[in-house]
DNA sequence: TTGATTTCTTGATGTAGATCAAGTCGTGTT
DNA sequence: AACACGACTTGATCTACATCAAGAAATCAA
């Protein structure tokens, strides 16, 4: 009894990694199911870590429900470099293409449920699926892109106008991640995103 | 005559492309040959505009000669994103991939010489060998691997240490680009990259 | 529930780097 | 050769945001 909810709940997460991988490329029936088989169930803990600098990355993960942070540690102050929450995939993305250590930390900011495909059998379904290999360079390019556009705001906007188009452009975020996280995600100090908050109340 | 000493150095271009192409996925004679012929020969004059804002990015480009630089406008001010030099791909990636218009300008500091495939070509070519495709998803990978680093490392040092990690890694660059794009690539003013330069020395 | 941590707020002060300004050097143009 | 215009330098001043500090609020653990 137990068992058959635990297959149902699982039925539910394999279909929500089938859509999220269907935005990037369209597979048949028998592709997903070879797909699919290579992905395996996972959960974090709430502060546990998922990765620590200095590992590989050796996993790509889709987050079914859950929140996690990115960041590096430089001098024991800690840069919040993004965050997934459901339905995002994740994982250390650059070192888990580059398979050299990575200067990351990924940390559950809440309890996690999640899928994850190794390095080597993603790497497997690339030479075997054409269809997972376009997966592949589409998820590449949607990161490129959305890389491309935060650097450039990064450089572009004083903190009150990051902190004014956060609050537009992704409010929920505000409920699920504290705010010294954002603060230093933004690039500023807790005590000027506060001030703001204050501000522009 | 004239003629023949021209075709000699476009062997040379699109053996310096077959090249760097090869860095990111192995091609048979057949599959160079076929992916070859897409490609087509420009050149750009000092100062002119390879892309500017607002465009839809048509071409993905290869620099066999020369020195561009990619910027953003933003009030008057100019935002320096990057340079390519010679054997680099260029082009204003983000924009071609999403075929969305972009916010950069991408023009020549030297007088270039390049190879250019067009977006649909290049998406046929994506289509028809699986060896593209790989080029295509290795090749933004490459690109997001730098991207990530960039980013730390704008986060992670001060004005100073930027300046001198630049001398040690790229000294070539001083070179090849002004010191006003330069310090813009940095994150800083004209001045600021200056006074570094002198107390450095 | 209560005490202990941690997060958030608010104020006072400090500073890296920006801005403003004026001169010098270099380079391309006629 | 001369001159014009942009690139670089150097100094004086300014400012957005950081840092330091101390209290208030929220969260956690038993």
Redesign the pocket.
């Known amino acids: 009894m137990l068992k058959q909810i635990a297959s149902i709940l699982e039925d539910k997460i394999y279909n929500s990694l089938k859509e999220q991988v269907e935005k990037y490329s369209s597979l048949t029936a028998e592709e997903w199911s070879s797909f699919s088989s290579y992905w395996e169930p996972c959960t974090f803990r ?1 502060n546990q870590y998922m990765t620590k600098a200095g590992q590989v990355e050796n996993w790509f993960y889709f987050v079914y429900d859950g929140v996690l942070r990115l960041y590096a540690a430089k001098d024991g ?1 800690e840069i919040n470099a993004g965050f997934t929450y459901n339905n995002d995939f994740s994982g250390e993305y650059a070192s888990f293409l580059s398979q050299e250590p990575t200067e990351f930390y990924i940390q559950a900011i809440t309890d996690c449920s999640l899928l994850r495909i190794s390095y080597k059998n993603l790497m497997y379904m690339f030479d075997e699926l054409k269809c997972i290999e376009r997966f592949g360079r589409q998820f590449n390019a949607k990161i490129l892109i959305d890389m491309a556009k935060r650097q450039l705001e990064s450089r572009s906007f ?3 106008e990051k902190y004014k188009r956060l609050l537009t452009q992704s409010p929920h975020i505000l409920q699920l991640v ?4 954002l ?1 230093s995600y933004l ?9 703001l ?2 501000k522009v109340r």
Do not use: I, L, V, Y
Not at 187 to 195: A, D, K, N, Q, V
């Open positions: 709430k102050e004083t903190a009150e504290p705010q010294k996280h603060a690039g500023m100090t807790p005590e000027t995103f506060s001030r908050r204050a």
